[in-house]
């Protein structure tokens, strides 16, 4: 694959969303599917994460974050699209 046919997803999720397993069943989500980036909790409540890779297996991960973990509770998911990094492995910042 070439960096022309990455993409980058820059994501914040809303709702409860800490302390449900969400950053894990991320990880494990994007791992699964070969997607790039990684995943953190922020001090507003929030999960911010980044995924890099083929444009539909990104998408897919997009998709997921609106359900998440068995746990969490959804409000809302912002999604900007930035330019690749060249993101490798995925794992959880904090």
Wanted: aromatic residues 8%.
């Amino acid at each position: 694959m070439s960096e022309d046919d990455r993409v980058r997803a820059h994501v914040f999720v809303s709702g409860r969303v800490q302390g449900v397993y969400y950053r894990a069943n991320t990880r494990d989500a994007a791992r699964e599917r070969g997607v790039d980036g990684w995943v953190q909790n922020l001090d507003d409540g929030r999960v911010e994460a980044v995924f890099e890779g083929p444009r539909a297996t990104v998408e897919s991960m997009v998709e997921w974050c609106h359900d998440g973990s068995p746990r969490a509770r959804v409000d809302d998911v912002s999604v900007e699209y930035e330019e690749p990094t060249g993101a490798d492995g995925f794992r959880i910042r904090r």
